[in-house]
């Protein structure tokens, strides 16, 4: 067996998601060859990859397939997370995807799909950072049991101070709510409020990171311009209920990110508190808000759809209590929120593949 044989063999291997050979995009390295063991390794575009195993299976199958059939193979990975960011870029240059995680309305749990899907991400090795956008509401110090904490502040050269994020569950936080009494109302007007988001990304210290996930206040308004004016968005997430109000409201959503000023990529649609299941009747399942009323609205505005979480009581709890999902102990949402984070991650892989390098939107207003 030689090396050539190897790769000839792992040409035939498809990265399921790029629709490529993995030897044509560069992904295998350090072939190695002794009797009839064989090693190499799989570049993976996330650590986070959810098609491990079965790139894993479809290599140990080629080499012994077309190469020898009697070959000990040894598939070992690592991972280059893929970015589509602007070289020479100085916002946020050392984090590698930002996603915004926005709904059309209230209500709907963006904020606990925002917290599980960045839990998911680390889950699988990725480095993620969480931030609470949502100035008038945020809810993250909360979910995250970190309330009455404050974040410490650090040197950050040219006499400059950073804000250290809190460190929870492995994730990078971040909120207004770090910084104000929870008793406190915030009565900003819009300026006040697109400045401090400003200050969450130039004066925090969020270091290198795979994904950032950003939990937008729900509506199309100012902190959303302000957003997209100040960084350079990889893509959304589109968080709804089955219900018809509901997805009104994330049309609007879905429409402000498409025009033509902005045209920020949508990563997908994923429909929350899509069925009741009672913990006593697991099988069960009730359509309390609608049945697939946010599947319908992918397939109408033709976006991947990411999946659907269901109304389980542990979630709320967990959230309240300031455990999620994804680190409770309910394996029903554990897995519906594993299932929405791996379709995303593939979803944010196709479009680093697929469309032009993010840049920060000029409006003009």
């Avoid at 193979?73 to 995680?101: E, M």
């Avoid at 889950?123 to 008038?136: E, F, N, R, T």
């Avoid at 049309?251 to 990563?267: L, R």
Wanted: include cysteine.
């Amino acid at each position: 067996m030689t090396e050539a044989d190897i790769l000839s063999a792992l040409s035939n291997v498809q990265e399921p998601d790029l629709g490529k050979d993995l030897v044509t995009l560069n992904m295998v390295k350090d072939v190695t060859i002794n009797g009839n063991n064989v090693a190499f390794t799989v570049v993976l575009t996330t650590p986070a990859c959810p098609m491990k195993d079965m790139i894993q299976g479809a290599c140990v199958n080629a080499v012994k397939l077309l190469v020898n059939k009697e070959a000990n193979v040894q598939v070992n990975f690592t991972s280059n997370t893929s970015s589509k960011r602007l070289k020479g870029d100085n916002v946020l240059p050392n984090v590698k995807n930002i996603i915004a995680v926005i709904s059309g309305k209230g209500g709907v749990g963006k904020s606990t799909v925002a917290a599980n899907l960045a839990l998911a991400l680390s889950s699988g090795g990725a480095k993620v950072g969480l931030m609470d956008a949502d100035i008038y509401g945020p809810s993250v110090p909360i979910m995250f049991g970190v309330r009455g904490e404050r974040p410490l502040m650090k040197d950050g050269g040219n006499g400059k101070g950073l804000i250290v994020p809190l460190d929870r569950y492995g994730i990078k936080l971040m909120s207004i709510g770090l910084l104000v009494d929870d008793k406190s109302a915030v009565v900003w007007r819009g300026p006040m409020a697109s400045s401090a988001i400003k200050q969450f990304i130039t004066d925090v210290e969020w270091g290198e990171l795979d994904y950032l996930i950003i939990d937008m206040p729900p509506g199309t308004g100012d902190i959303h311009l302000t957003m997209v004016q100040t960084v350079p968005i990889t893509g959304v997430v589109v968080v709804t209920t089955p219900q018809d109000v509901a997805l009104a409201d994330a049309k609007k959503g879905i429409a402000m990110f498409g025009q033509a000023q902005i045209k920020v990529p949508i990563i997908g649609l994923v429909e929350n508190m899509s069925w009741f299941t009672p913990a006593e009747l697991p099988d069960n399942r009730y359509y309390i808000f609608g049945k697939n009323g946010g599947k319908k609205l992918a397939e109408e505005y033709d976006l991947p759809f990411l999946g659907q979480i269901p109304l389980v009581q542990s979630i709320r709890e967990g959230g309240d209590i300031g455990i999620p999902a994804m680190v409770g102990d309910d394996r029903i949402t554990k897995h519906a929120f594993m299932d929405f984070a791996s379709k995303a991650v593939r979803s944010i892989a196709m479009r680093n593949a697929n469309v032009d390098v993010t840049k920060v939107v000029e409006v003009v207003e």
